[in-house]
């Protein structure tokens, strides 16, 4: 059983389209991080949200985090080619925990 | 900086060999971690250390071992290869726990094939 779930697992857009991905647990995590890993590569670190209810916007990308921290959800405006790869949401528990992975949501965008 | 690096990036072993898949980061980080991701399954963790000297277990160790004998190095070593064991295997590094700011650094995987 996964502690953080993650929808859709695919996701395949046309160029310009608007998408949001989710990631959802039973349990409540001090802090959510949202990761992008290209074809090829290891995961890079997009943001990381602490404060439930807080919102964080990065160019296209809007990140919100639930108010009983509980889950996340990552919003794409016009989604480009560029933003192709698989989103990993990652969470902790406290600050002493280790970092725990949700399995990830494939987006496809095509030009 | 040259970050987290791994080698090798690709390797095909044969059921029953070993080997040693290598990790080096430059950042003087306290923290490395060693994680397989087979598809559709995110990232498993297999091994941890905590600093140099210092390592434990993961959710996933059985078949893996690892070193700390340096805040740089964190090999991880593979015994009896098995078909199971086919996978990417990523390494990343973390400052620490900082409050909840734990962002890790990633090496850029080795693609293992055991056949």
């Known amino acids: 059983t996964q502690l953080l779930e993650q929808s859709p697992q695919f996701l395949s857009i046309q160029e310009g389209e608007n998408l949001t991905v989710y990631c959802n647990s039973s349990?409540?995590?001090?802090?959510l991080q949202w990761y992008r890993q290209e074809p090829g590569e290891g995961p890079v670190l997009l943001v990381t949200?602490?404060?439930?209810?807080e919102v964080k916007k990065l160019k296209r990308l809007t990140f919100q985090f639930g108010d009983a921290r509980k889950d996340s959800s990552l919003h794409i405006t016009a989604a480009q080619p560029g933003d192709t790869g698989l989103y990993l949401c990652?969470?902790?528990?406290?600050?002493?925990?280790?970092?725990?992975f949700g399995p990830g949501t494939s987006l496809s965008v095509i030009p | 900086n040259a970050g987290v690096t791994q080698t090798p990036k690709f390797r095909i072993l044969k059921i029953g060999q070993s080997m040693t898949l290598q990790c080096t980061q430059d950042m003087n980080h306290n923290y490395m971690y060693w994680y397989r991701q087979d598809p559709g399954m995110g990232l498993k963790l297999i091994y941890y250390s905590v600093g140099a000297g210092i390592t434990d277990k993961g959710e996933v160790p059985n078949g893996y071992n690892v070193s700390r004998s340096t805040t740089e190095d964190f090999p991880l070593r593979l015994e009896l290869a098995a078909p199971s064991q086919t996978s990417v295997y990523f390494c990343a590094s973390q400052p620490g726990l900082a409050g909840g700011y734990n962002e890790q650094f990633f090496g850029p995987g080795t693609r293992l094939t055991v056949l």
């Open positions: 349990s409540v995590f001090s802090s």
């Open positions: 990652a969470g902790v528990k406290t600050s002493y925990d280790k970092v725990i």
């Open positions: 949200v602490v404060t439930g209810g």
